[in-house]
């Protein structure tokens, strides 16, 4: 309970910094008053906080079906420790992902690859920063969960799978949308 509650702060205070920082560089104007400003805040904290639950509630709901599908590779005290070990390895993966995908686009861009290739390298790019956030949090030993065997390579697979999937169908869907202009 005190990991979320620290975690929780440290997200409010991040979403200061962001709002402050974006006062800062005139991105946007002075509010009207004090509550416009408290409730931008605010919702940048709950886009912060969103951004870290979507990966954290897959990487339980993986957790739990891989228990049930390849048996007991992941061990933990309570569900509560379980969604702490998902929650630090969200904060992990969120915090990493944009500078590992940047330095993967770039790259993607520099060797002018084919499309279907930088959804590879994308995919392999996930799957390493998720494998290696989940024995991350496993080695500092902040909560109890133990995983055996072979579970972080089933856990970390499935999980990154499923964000290329989900990417891959949104990307899809966005495509197939025309733009608002074109119906003016």
């Not at 200061?16 to 005139?26: E, G, H, M, N, T």
């Not at 920063?129 to 969960?145: A, C, E, F, Q, T």
């Not at 072979?150 to 990154?160: A, E, K, Q, R, W």
């Amino acid at each position: 309970m005190f990991f979320i509650l620290v975690m929780i702060l440290i997200l409010f205070a991040l979403s200061i910094f962001a709002y402050s920082l974006l006062r800062k560089k005139q991105i946007i104007d002075a509010p009207p008053n004090v509550l416009a400003a408290m409730l931008f805040i605010l919702l940048i904290f709950i886009s912060l906080c969103f951004v870290i639950t979507v990966p954290s509630v897959m990487l339980c709901i993986v957790a739990l079906g891989g228990n049930f599908l390849f048996g007991e590779y992941i061990t933990y005290d309570s569900s509560f420790s379980l969604i702490s070990f998902s929650l630090l390895v969200g904060v992990i993966v969120v915090f990493l992902s944009p500078f590992l995908l940047f330095i993967g686009k770039g790259l993607a861009y520099l060797l002018k690859l084919p499309a279907w290739l930088t959804s590879a390298l994308e995919w392999i790019i996930s799957w390493i920063v998720l494998h290696l956030s989940i024995k991350y949090v496993l080695h500092i030993k902040l909560v109890n969960v133990s995983i055996w065997g072979h579970g972080t390579l089933i856990l970390s697979f499935f999980v990154s799978f499923l964000f290329i999937g989900i990417d891959l169908i949104y990307s899809g869907m966005k495509q197939r949308k025309p733009p608002m202009d074109e119906h003016a």
